[in-house]
């Protein structure tokens, strides 16, 4: 798998295919919702055959029996990550898990499972106003990866500053994927913990989830290329 994640951020399957015709070498793509409600899991099939892999991103949350079905079926679709909120607790993530063992098909490897922690658009006024939880994102973010990795989890999404102290709590192998990732001369939008791909090989990010810097670049697969040189460049 590429160290950058693609954000097909596209409306259409007919948009997010096209988009793809561009890069004639593996890449790792992220199916968020947009794209999964417009075109259905079969847009899961269609990329694993152009021979890309596949993070399907639609953040399961739901009582832990409704969450290992849903699972179950995923598993089946080839994805190679799958994610829930952490929010959802360590019974839940479990369930995921349980899931997935149930319904990868035998002689394949099961999909990777990461937990969302704090989402990149949340704020800490937002967190302690509105989620009621008080202190630092921070704390926040670590609790949710202790709870994902006893639940069996592989890791979890979150910012890139965060991505240290994960490790640090929870281990080397325990992956951090993280979005918000922007260039230097690029605009926030939505996010609030942004970073750039250089700051996020620095703090030991394992993967970076990058949209709109990817997609809506005159050549795409030039600004890939170059994000994928500075993720395995040395720190």
Do not use: H, W
């Given at each position: 798998m590429s160290k950058t994640i693609v954000a097909l951020d596209f409306s259409s399957r007919e948009e997010a295919l096209e988009f793809l015709k561009q890069f004639d070498s593996p890449v790792t793509v992220k199916v968020g919702m947009e794209l999964t409600y417009a075109a259905g899991l079969d847009i899961v099939d269609e990329i694993k055959a152009m021979g890309h892999d596949v993070f399907l991103d639609l953040k399961l949350h739901d009582i832990p029996n409704t969450v290992k079905g849903g699972m179950k079926n995923l598993a089946r679709r080839g994805a190679d990550i799958v994610n829930v909120h952490a929010a959802g607790g360590k019974a839940m993530m479990a369930a995921a898990i349980a899931g997935l063992e149930e319904g990868t098909p035998e002689g394949k490897k099961r999909p990777l499972c990461i937990a969302v922690t704090q989402l990149t658009s949340t704020s800490k006024e937002a967190m302690n106003?509105?989620?009621?939880?008080?202190?630092?994102?921070?704390?926040?973010?670590?609790?949710?990866?202790?709870?994902?990795?006893?639940?069996?989890?592989?890791?979890?999404v979150c910012s890139v500053h965060e991505a240290q102290a994960i490790h640090e709590a929870c281990g080397p192998e325990f992956l951090t994927v993280t979005p918000g990732i922007r260039l230097a001369d690029d605009s926030k939008d939505d996010q609030k913990r942004v970073a750039t791909?250089?700051?996020?090989?620095?703090?030991?990010?394992?993967?970076?989830?990058?949209?709109?810097?990817?997609?809506?670049?005159?050549?795409?697969?030039?600004?890939?290329?170059?994000?994928?040189?500075?993720m395995h460049g040395a720190v």
């Open positions: 106003e509105e989620q009621g939880i008080p202190g630092e994102v921070m704390d926040s973010v670590i609790r949710y990866a202790k709870n994902a990795k006893d639940a069996g989890l592989d890791g979890v791909p250089a700051l996020a090989r620095e703090r030991g990010c394992d993967y970076i989830v990058v949209g709109r810097s990817i997609t809506k670049a005159e050549d795409p697969r030039a600004v890939f290329e170059g994000i994928e040189e500075t």
